[in-house]
């Protein structure tokens, strides 16, 4: 899951940490960047993405067969 954080999500880091550790119970790996990264460095953001699929599939991975929760549901009803 890659997700984009703005300002706001400072002030949301305990529902984000949920999120996350559910995401990754789940079998995700959670890649976050700030908004300026990705505006300002949209090559670099590339790299690291690209980086941890080529990880990720170096060691034999696969991509998660199930979707994540849709509309935030089901990371709170842990």
Not at 16 to 38: H, I, K, P, T
Not at 40 to 64: F, K, L, Q, Y
Request: charged fraction near 25%; include cysteine; glycine fraction near 12%.
């Amino acid at each position: 899951m890659v997700e984009v954080d703005g300002g706001q999500h400072a002030e949301a880091r305990a529902y984000d940490s949920r999120r996350d550790d559910f995401m990754r119970d789940q079998g995700f790996r959670v890649l976050r960047f700030w908004n300026n990264d990705v505006l300002g460095n949209i090559d670099g953001v590339w790299r690291m993405i690209a980086a941890e699929i080529n990880s990720h599939a170096s060691c034999g991975g696969t991509p998660h067969p199930n979707l994540p929760p849709q509309g935030g549901k089901g990371f709170d009803e842990r």
